[in-house]
């Protein structure tokens, strides 16, 4: 079955960085899209970056660009976002999520990470 | 403010039938389908609707989608407490690359 086991969150100072885990399993990971989506407390979901198959291209949402960089190890079927700079607002749930045809459709989701951003 | 609007709650009691409405004036959404979310609190989301109109397996018939022009529509009959979630559409933004969310609707089975 398809699975999404993510790691890597926790509490983090601003400025500081970290890199989020996401271990697929279940289907042939490099022949999917791959998401990551976050939920900052009492907000609404918000897409964060995508990453091609192969990843040949990578698109981020505004709030993030230029900090984050989503990258892929199709060898060790495993997706990351690493996070630079962190600033409060970066304080989310953070969820990856696998991509089905040819259109926006996150078939399958991670369990979610917390990431605190905190001094 | 999402570049897709929807209501930010709805509300219909247990058995009825319940809409909610996801417009983006920048897309069509017969050329480029939206997606459905169901969220529940303390879980992953999951995807209800894709393509507009096309349910996953394991997805009720009692979930379905439509849309016209730049509007889409997801529709909950016989409506059930465990439905009670927020629910949010999605697109792809071809022109921008970017993934884009509405802002989300609070479901409340009465």
């Known amino acids: 079955q398809v699975q999404l086991v993510q790691s890597g969150g926790g509490v983090v100072q601003p400025g500081r960085s970290l890199r989020l885990s996401c271990a697929a399993s279940g289907f042939i990971f490099p022949n999917y899209g791959m998401h990551w989506v976050r939920q900052a407390p009492g907000k609404g979901l918000e897409w964060v970056a995508i990453?091609?198959?192969?990843?040949?291209?990578?698109y981020y949402a505004d709030s993030v660009k230029g900090r984050f960089t989503i990258s892929r190890d199709n060898s060790k079927n495993t997706l990351f976002l690493q996070i630079d700079g962190l600033i409060v607002e970066d304080t989310a749930v953070y969820y990856c999520?696998?991509?089905?045809?040819?259109?926006?459709?996150?078939?399958?989701w991670g369990q979610g990470t917390l990431v605190t951003v905190s001094s | 403010q999402s570049v897709l609007t929807q209501p930010p709650s709805v509300s219909a009691a247990p058995g009825q039938k319940v809409t909610i409405s996801c417009s983006g004036s920048r897309f069509n959404f017969g050329n480029n389908p939206v997606s459905w979310y169901q969220h529940l609190p303390g879980a992953a989301p999951k995807v209800v609707i894709y393509d507009n109109d096309k349910r996953p397996s394991g997805i009720p018939d009692r979930f379905s989608g439509s849309q016209s022009g730049t509007s889409a529509t997801l529709g909950i009959t016989g409506l059930q407490t465990g439905d009670e979630a927020d629910y949010y559409c999605g697109i792809w933004d071809g022109s921008l690359s970017t993934g884009i969310l509405g802002g989300g609707t609070k479901l409340t089975v009465l």
């Open positions: 990453l091609w198959p192969d990843g040949s291209q990578e």
């Open positions: 999520a696998r991509n089905s045809g040819n259109y926006l459709n996150f078939d399958y």
